[in-house]
T-cell receptor
Framework: NAGVTQTPKFQVLKTGQSMTLQCAQD?????MYWYRQDPGMGLRLIYY???????DKGEVPNGYNVSRLNKREFSLRLESAAPSQTSVYFC?????????????FGPGTRLTVT | AQSVTQLDSQVPVFEEAPVELRCNYS??????LFWYVQYPNQGLQLLLK??????LVKGINGFEAEFNKSQTSFHLRKPSVHISDTAEYFC??????????FGQGTRLTINP
């Protein structure tokens, strides 16, 4: 049981380049999330998917797009990277049934945009 | 909308001393609260959660937190810390549709 996996672990991009961050979970969770973590700002929600086939904007969606490929996979795309997108990105997943509310996190992707 | 404030950005303590990390949340009808821990270069893992019931919640690694509705607080405590507790700690509150809103984080540094 791998939990939540993310690829790549590290990435360096030049301004204007594009890339896709991959996330997969094997816990049969309905909901998946993308966060960014910046010093002193905690985790901020970029996009989330409450169930397969649906996606919604979070607090900081500008400059990002997402795809819920199937129940397991939720990808985050940067179409034209900017230095302000230098951050650590975390994917998470959770059940939507019952009252658990707990989110399980991946190990993160450290992205630097030069 | 729900919000969370962690009152200390950094907390240095000596090994084997007690520690309290403070968290205040904005008031709402129903509140579900969490503490997560992030060890260096890792993702977040759940320490403990309050959904309902007893206001004193026990978590992993000897941590506990007390839900105080009148003070809108959910402070995290440990009676005796170890070097291995060095990490960043995040308080979070559920906001509709199972979204979590996180505080800014508290960096706990344990000195020998």
């Amino acid at each position: 049981n791998a939990g939540v996996t993310q690829t790549p672990k590290f990435q360096v991009l030049k301004t204007g380049q594009s890339m896709t961050l991959q996330c997969a979970q094997d816990m049969n969770h309905n909901s998946m999330y993308w966060y960014r973590q910046d010093p002193g700002m905690g985790l901020r929600l970029i996009y989330y998917s409450a169930s397969e086939g649906t996606t919604d904007k979070g607090e900081v969606p500008n400059g990002y797009n997402v795809s819920r490929l199937n129940k397991r996979e939720f990808s985050l795309r940067l179409e034209s990277a900017a230095p302000s997108q230098t951050s650590v990105y975390f994917c998470a997943s959770s059940r939507t049934s019952g009252s658990s509310y707990e989110q399980y996190f991946g190990p993160g992707t450290r992205l630097t945009v030069t | 909308a729900q919000s969370v404030t962690q009152l200390d950005s950094q907390v240095p303590v000596f090994e084997e001393a007690p520690v309290e990390l403070r968290c205040n949340y904005s008031s709402s009808v129903s509140v579900y609260l969490f503490w997560y821990v992030q060890y260096p270069n890792q993702g977040l893992q759940l320490l403990l959660k309050y959904l309902s019931g007893s206001t004193l919640v026990k978590g992993i690694n000897g941590f506990e937190a007390e839900f105080n509705k009148s003070q809108t607080s959910f402070h995290l405590r440990k009676p005796s810390v170890h070097i291995s507790d060095t990490a960043e700690y995040f308080c979070a509150v559920v906001q509709g549709a199972q979204k979590l809103v996180f505080g800014q984080g508290t960096r706990l540094t344990i000195n020998p």
